[in-house]
């Protein structure tokens, strides 16, 4: 705020030009920071398509809230933004656990949150926007399993974690937190977050499961009353249930496309989970790695190509929505591992996009999981990329960058999508560099 009313002062004091110029030049530059919406099956940026390169890196507020580490915050998104990178999913949550968020149901840490609007405020100077997740179906930091203690301790008899999503005590646990996010007031910015055009997306949960209920109608039922009272307090932005992608109950003649047998007995179900009200695109993650075998082989990149294509296919058909691949990688803990087949395997899911994009398709993006500055290696699950460590992930990851800013450039509303003559990516080959 300091800063904003020095601003003001020197404006004052000016000459009228330089007050005028000053004045455009910030009208522009919000003119150029709009909010991301939907438009059809593509996302876009006032009259622009928005299809999008990112990555993952979900420890930012923990690091935020420490001195000594926030400087990490800063280097990834400088290091992203390098890159060409657009997009950034991370948590905007930690239930109970160390550095929390929030302590107990409705107790925030203040100064936690005050990390939390440093990556926000962090991610709109590199113009990275964010994917901001409100809770995990895991336990690390807390999830599911942490609203579950809490009911107990609150003497609720509960004994599944699964009642997360039926019990009303834990439904409205759940609500208080994303109420308290969507109405939270930057103390970098004063923006309020559901008014800030740097967060992209809402996401109910990290992979959602429920186990509990095969036939999908508990999650389901969870989802469609999430949905509406996100967009009840926030109807400006997109929305998304971060969703692996599994086919389901609904849809006997998808399962074919799943990885095994059990991804259609979590209690998710693709088509029938993204059509409910309020869900503004579709969410799927690709871990050939961890659902299929932990020994890499061609046939990891023959089913991360026809997962890709099948969800791409479905989003058109049947949800008429933009499908966002929220996280892909391999891990070097994979036996046979090589960052050769790392490359080989990003190129895939990248160049299956591609072939969405240049149709305007549904393939609104993909998200790497997950990009660490130098200095994290201790954080690292195995799929860490450290960009000044990989020189040739780096170079496909920023080739698809520039591919994707070229199209979105170059190509608006009023072209006709099918139009070749003014697509910019059909001069690409495989290989060609700008």
């Not at 991610?123 to 990275?128: G, L, N, P, S, V």
Request: aromatic share 12%; hydrophobic share 35%; with cysteine.
């Amino acid at each position: 705020m300091a800063e904003e009313v020095k601003d003001q002062l020197q404006y004052s004091s000016s000459s009228d030009g330089i007050d005028e110029l000053g004045e455009r030049s910030k009208i522009e530059e919000d003119a150029a920071w709009l909010m991301a919406q939907k438009k059809g099956n593509q996302f876009v940026i006032g009259d622009q398509p928005f299809y999008v390169n990112g990555f993952n890196t979900y420890w930012l507020m923990v690091f935020a809230a420490d001195q000594s580490t926030r400087v990490k915050v800063s280097e990834v998104f400088q290091q992203a933004s390098s890159a060409g990178l657009t997009i950034c999913r991370t948590w905007a949550f930690n239930d109970g656990q160390w550095r929390a968020l929030q302590k107990s149901p409705s107790v925030y840490d203040e100064e936690v949150f005050k990390a939390l609007d440093f990556v926000v405020s962090e991610a709109r100077k590199y113009k990275i926007r964010l994917i901001l997740s409100l809770t995990n179906n895991w336990d690390a930091y807390g999830g599911k399993a942490q609203y579950v203690k809490w009911g107990k301790a609150a003497g609720l008899n509960l004994t599944s974690d699964d009642e997360f999503f039926s019990h009303p005590t834990l439904k409205g646990y759940y609500k208080a937190h994303v109420k308290a996010v969507l109405n939270r007031v930057n103390t970098f910015t004063n923006i309020t977050y559901k008014d800030d055009p740097t967060i992209f997306a809402w996401e109910l949960m990290n992979e959602p499961r429920c186990t509990s209920d095969p036939s999908g109608n508990t999650l389901q039922t969870w989802i469609e009353e999430m949905t509406v009272y996100v967009k009840s307090i926030d109807p400006k932005h997109l929305v998304e249930i971060g969703l692996e992608g599994f086919y389901g109950p609904s849809t006997p003649n998808k399962v074919q496309f799943n990885p095994n047998t059990y991804a259609q007995q979590v209690g998710t179900d693709f088509i029938r989970n993204h059509q409910a009200l309020g869900v503004d695109f579709a969410s799927v993650h690709i871990y050939a790695d961890s659902w299929i075998s932990q020994s890499i082989s061609d046939v990891h990149l023959q089913f991360t190509k026809s997962w890709i294509e099948a969800h791409i296919d479905d989003a058109e058909k049947y949800l008429g929505m933009p499908v966002v691949f929220g996280e892909f990688g391999v891990s070097t803990k994979d036996t046979g591992y090589n960052s050769s087949f790392r490359d080989t395997l990003i190129s895939t899911v990248y160049k299956s996009l591609l072939e969405s994009t240049k149709k305007g398709g549904s393939g609104g993006g993909s998200l790497l999981w997950q990009l660490f500055p130098e200095g994290t290696d201790y954080m690292d699950d195995g799929y860490a990329i450290v960009l000044s460590k990989s020189p040739s992930t780096t170079n496909i990851i920023t080739l698809q960058s520039r591919r994707l800013s070229l199209f979105n450039s170059r190509c608006s509303w009023k072209c006709h999508w099918g139009c070749k003559k003014k697509n910019p990516l059909e001069k690409f080959s495989d290989h060609d560099e700008l």
